[in-house]
């Protein structure tokens, strides 16, 4: 939400336009990969070698990673309202990402400016929405749900956080995040 995604359905299509890929195959690769790499059970070099070279192509996995870690784009807007929030809330971030993804972002956008606390699935290896990951979060902040909001632009993963008893806000744009939030009592 404060960047764009890191390796998702629009960035691998990017990546199968740019390096030719033939798409049915990548996505069936990537679909037996994905929950192991996102889980930190396999390196993005493994998840590389599974999912596109398996055999010989005429680019490196140098020029493919830096292509996958290239596609992460900040979204100013949003990023600013996280930083004022950071002022005075305690902030954490769950996420499904791979280690070096997840890493990346962090040391690229500064992330650790904004959050105290990195929920990453490649740490703990549980990825939304299962419920145990929101529950963790409140075991590892020691906040109750009620004192906690959980932000998504993923309506599965929202709910999942509103069953544990987080209040929640279904992010539809930076404007509309800002509303949500201040309709429960949390301003910049």
């Not at 544990?164 to 992010?171: A, I, K, N, Q, S």
Request: with cysteine; charged share 30%.
């Amino acid at each position: 939400m404060l960047l764009t995604n890191a390796w998702d359905h629009e960035e691998r299509t990017r990546a199968v336009e740019r390096f030719g890929l033939q798409k049915d195959e990548f996505e069936a690769r990537h679909k037996e990969s994905v929950a192991d790499f996102e889980r930190g059970i396999v390196t993005l070099d493994e998840y590389v070698g599974r999912t596109v070279f398996y055999e010989a192509r005429k680019f490196s996995r140098e020029e493919f990673k830096s292509f996958m870690l290239s596609l992460s784009r900040p979204k100013p807007e949003v990023l600013e309202l996280a930083r004022s929030l950071a002022t005075h809330c305690l902030m954490a971030t769950l996420n499904n990402e791979s280690r070096e993804l997840n890493e990346y972002r962090i040391r690229t956008f500064q992330l650790t400016q904004i959050f105290d606390l990195f929920i990453s699935s490649c740490y703990v290896g549980i990825r939304k929405p299962d419920e145990r990951l929101y529950r963790l979060a409140l075991d590892l902040l020691q906040k109750s749900p009620a004192e906690c909001c959980f932000i998504d632009d993923r309506p599965v993963n929202v709910e999942a956080a509103a069953k544990v008893g987080m209040r929640t806000v279904l992010v539809q744009s930076p404007a509309q995040l800002k509303t949500g939030l201040e309709q429960l009592g949390v301003t910049s």
